[in-house]
């Protein structure tokens, strides 16, 4: 059985011409480091990427649930459904609004929201569904919408033979006696039997959430650490960056036989070789996938597991952050990936770049040098237990020797060996 229990992940990526991620005003997004300006690609970009890639290898074309991140996950994948099947609205709006404050801030809604929402006529609400949009961005599995839909549309089912005329007249006013019945309903949903029917669904976040986290302020739902820590990337070197004046032509007008200019404006472009480091917690990733407690991660199923790092690993590498890909194509794959296995805490090796790397002759020689010195005094200063593979494009073999690894070996063999950190 391997005992490592992090996977760390460095990579170099060049890209030339590009702006991979703005700022604000639309500029490349930089950071000071050693100091010098460097072009900086934050850690929320990269994780973007390759959550959202969807070509060979991605994350969600495993057998598993993935999570959904929006304000608009209650009305748009559970109370519009059920209003589509032909349940009255008002009632749809009400036994989702419960569910929306019981799972996003702890609470249910008012006697006066019940009222507000059973009460408004539907036909003449068109807005009504609207309330059940939440005011931040949730993350939620897929597991979990698919209980709340039923759940929703089971209570809903409940009440059909005290209000059926309700089915019958979707804008029939309830009275008093017959909202106290719908709430009574909302009642018997209590927060205890919610949470224990939420924690006992199989991966109920989904693999995003698995992977990078969810943060919850209601205590029904469960809270994930991220087991995938990211770094934001940036240049070895100094920043690179120049404006690039352009214009669109409108190609029906013609001022004395020319064509016109119809705007014309300037962007900025920067290139470099960018610096990745990533951390896969082993533990924490089998814990959130199986549904375990950390510590009891070597006995749980992690095949799973496995398949995601190895996943990840291409992922990371071959995967391209960047804005502007019409105009830029800004697609890039690394030149070296190293990969750590070990259980001491993790460490960057981003200082290696602490003193901006020489962009001539070859920067890339260069980082290579850089990169070999800082890990062999490193190494040499705590001494190394742990393993590594190095994949490369270049002769390496200073690198290498320096790593105390034989000799590079392929990304797919890099990426089968950070798989079998995980397995028996």
């Given amino acids: 059985m391997n005992d490592s229990k992090f996977l760390q992940i460095h ?31 934050s850690s929320q970009c990269l994780k973007y990427h390759w959550r959202n890639f969807d070509g060979e290898g991605a994350l969600y074309h495993m057998d598993v649930d993935r999570s959904i991140r929006s304000r608009t996950t209650f009305r748009d994948l559970v109370g519009r459904p059920l209003i589509e099947q032909g349940l009255p609205e008002r009632l749809v709006v009400a036994t989702v609004e419960t569910f929306v404050q019981r799972l996003v801030s702890d609470k249910k809604p008012s006697a ?19 309330r059940l949009k939440t005011s931040q961005v949730t993350i939620f599995g897929e597991p979990e919408v698919r209980y709340i839909l039923n759940a929703s549309a089971e209570i809903i089912a409940g009440l059909k033979a005290e209000l059926s005329e309700l089915w019958d007249n979707p804008n029939l006013k309830l009275n008093a006696e017959q909202i106290s019945l719908v709430t009574d309903a909302f009642d018997k949903l209590s927060k205890g039997e919610l949470k224990a029917n939420m924690k006992a669904l199989e991966l109920a976040s989904g693999l995003d959430a698995a992977l990078f986290g969810r943060m919850v302020t209601s205590d029904v739902l469960s809270r994930g650490d991220a087991a995938i820590h990211v770094a934001h990337a940036f240049t070895v070197h100094e920043e690179a960056s120049e404006s690039d004046y352009f214009a669109a032509i409108d190609e029906l007008r013609r001022d004395g036989g020319e064509l016109g200019g119809g705007h014309i404006n300037s962007s900025e472009l920067t290139s470099g070789l960018f610096y990745g480091y990533t951390v896969i917690d082993i533990p924490l990733l089998v814990s959130n996938l199986e549904g375990c407690a950390r510590k009891d991660w070597k006995d749980a199923d992690r095949t799973l597991a496995a398949q995601v790092v190895e996943r990840f690993v291409k992922l990371a590498a071959t995967v391209s952050p960047g804005a502007k890909l019409g105009s830029t194509a800004p697609y890039a794959w690394a030149e070296c990936v190293l990969i750590e296995a070990g259980s001491a805490q993790p460490r960057t090796l981003a200082n290696a770049f602490r003193r901006p790397v020489r962009e001539q002759p070859d920067v890339l020689e260069n980082a290579y040098q850089a990169l070999g010195s800082y890990v062999h005094g490193i190494d040499q200063m705590y001494g190394h237990t742990g393993a590594r593979r190095l994949s490369a494009s270049a002769d390496v073999s200073g690198l290498a020797d320096a790593l105390g690894i034989p000799a590079p070996v392929s990304l797919p063999d890099s990426a089968q060996w950070a798989a ?3 397995k028996e």
Avoid: C, H, W
């Fill in 11 to 41: 990579t170099l990526t060049s890209y030339p011409g590009t702006l991979l991620n703005r700022d604000d005003a639309g500029f490349a997004k930089r950071m000071p480091f050693g100091g010098a300006t460097r072009t900086r690609v």
């Fill in 112 to 130: 006066t929201d019940y009222k507000q929402i059973l009460q408004s006529p539907s036909a003449s609400d068109e807005n009504l569904v609207d």
């Fill in 420 to 422: 079998a950190q995980l």
